[in-house]
């Protein structure tokens, strides 16, 4: 590097980040060492994820997108400035946020309500397995369905194969793909843990998945997708946080000082042990983008946001599938939903493609609609339509996306989708 000087470096990284992009594959293909290779962080940090060497959670990260003036491309597009060409001017293109959504296959409805974070998307597939293995297929497809269609396909683990095995896996990811409306979509050859080639997959993000279009003028509507209390064990009364939510804004902007209502809330035992769900109003005390403080959040890109709620109701991600706005301004609570919707042709998550029965009245199905997974059970049913009743409520609006799961050998399977109707 470099011909800028460091203050006007640290002046291009006050950003916040603009865009979400997913990491989706099978488990182990890699994704979250390709996540560290972009952003040097690892974001498997639950103790149990450690242990087991697999994701759990979902894990975030901020990444930067820089561009070298001067140097040729693929080479100029690099993840830190310091990595540019000597004698090159880096220029900051942008900053992302990583959703590195697990891979296993128990943990399907985790990646499910981490697709609804998602602008764009990372399929990552190891080069040492035959394409497509079962959770391939089903991320592909959930990806299709939640409406995340800016993807970029990444054969990883390239450095563990012949170079001959390395394009027959090439072939079999373009079978996988040939017919699909991601048929045309880049293959980039990396591998995650050498860190070779990320200047061509960074380069194939900038072309492949832009910063969509926001609508900054729309009252605030945020996804909850974790939920945390802060303070160390043993901190003195005085000197506690109130509790932190993550996620992302969908619209408009929220900024310190705001009022803001969560729903549908928490759950409330009235007598009689009837059950409600109380939505909670608060103040925004803070905003962070990982260790960015900010004065106001815009769509895109991961967000803390410091509250003055008691830290014993975020806690431990109690909070996560709720929705954050202005008091009055919220989507409607939904005990019920009635959609019109679609079941596949076969269960993709499984290896063997059983195929897909019809819905039967009184069968339980889990519901994802954005970050909320509920369970419902099944109260009308025709062909195209069907109402669900739903064991905890949901914040949905009328054209939701919602993806529909059931029980299939012991496992919640991916088997349709659905629309949200008035």
């Known amino acids: 590097m470099s011909l800028v000087d460091k203050e006007e470096i640290e002046a291009q990284r006050r950003r916040q980040p603009e865009v979400n992009i997913g ?3 099978h488990v182990d293909h890699g994704k979250t060492t390709l996540v560290q290779a972009i952003t040097g962080v690892w974001t498997a940090k639950h103790s149990e994820e450690l242990k087991r060497g697999m994701t759990i959670k979902l894990g975030y990260a901020t990444g930067e997108i820089w561009y070298c003036e ?13 990595k540019c060409p000597p004698g090159t001017t880096p220029k900051l293109l942008r900053k992302v946020s990583f959703v590195d959504a697990p891979g296993h296959e128990v943990l399907m409805a985790t990646m499910l309500s981490g697709a609804a974070l998602m602008d764009g998307a990372l399929l990552v597939i190891a080069a040492n397995e035959k394409c497509p293995q079962p959770q391939t297929r089903e991320h592909f497809v959930a990806l299709d369905i939640i409406g995340v269609r800016r993807l970029v396909i990444v054969q990883n683990k390239v450095d563990v194969v012949t ?3 390395a394009k027959k896996n090439y072939e079999e990811i373009r079978e996988f793909l040939r017919g699909t409306w991601a048929e045309k979509l880049p293959v980039i050859p990396v591998s995650a843990l050498h860190k070779v080639n990320i200047d061509a997959l960074l ?25 945390f209390d802060v303070n160390k064990p043993g901190t003195p009364p005085e000197k506690m946080v109130g509790g932190v939510l993550g996620g992302s804004l969908v619209q408009g902007v929220l900024r310190v000082g705001d009022e803001i209502e969560i729903a549908p809330g928490v759950r409330v035992e009235k007598k009689g042990g009837r059950v409600e769900y109380e939505p909670l109003v608060t103040e925004v005390v803070s905003l962070r983008f990982d260790n960015l403080e900010v004065e106001e959040a815009k769509p895109g890109g991961l967000v803390a946001v410091g509250t003055k709620l008691d830290p014993s109701v975020t ?17 409607p609570t939904y005990n019920t939903l009635r959609l019109e919707y679609r079941l596949l042709e076969r269960v993709v998550g499984t290896k063997d493609l059983v195929r897909v029965q019809p819905i039967r009245v009184r069968e339980p199905l889990m519901i994802t609609v954005g970050t909320a997974i509920t369970m419902g059970i099944v109260t009308r049913v025709t062909s195209d339509e069907m109402e669900v009743a739903l064991r905890r409520p949901v914040v949905a609006w009328p054209g939701a996306h919602v993806a529909i799961s059931r029980q299939v050998r012991g496992r ?4 349709g989708w659905g629309v949200v109707k008035d």
């Open 23 to 25: 990491t989706v594959g």
């Open 203 to 227: 380069m194939a993000i900038e072309a492949f998945i832009p910063t969509p279009q926001r609508d900054l003028s729309k009252p605030p509507l945020m996804f909850v997708a974790r939920s």
């Open 315 to 331: 806690k431990a991600d109690s909070l996560v599938g709720n929705v954050v706005g202005k008091p009055g301004h919220l989507p």
């Open 70 to 82: 001067g140097a040729e491309e693929p080479d100029a597009y690099q993840p830190a400035p310091e």
């Open 163 to 165: 170079p001959e095995q």
């Open 412 to 415: 919640w399977r991916l088997v």
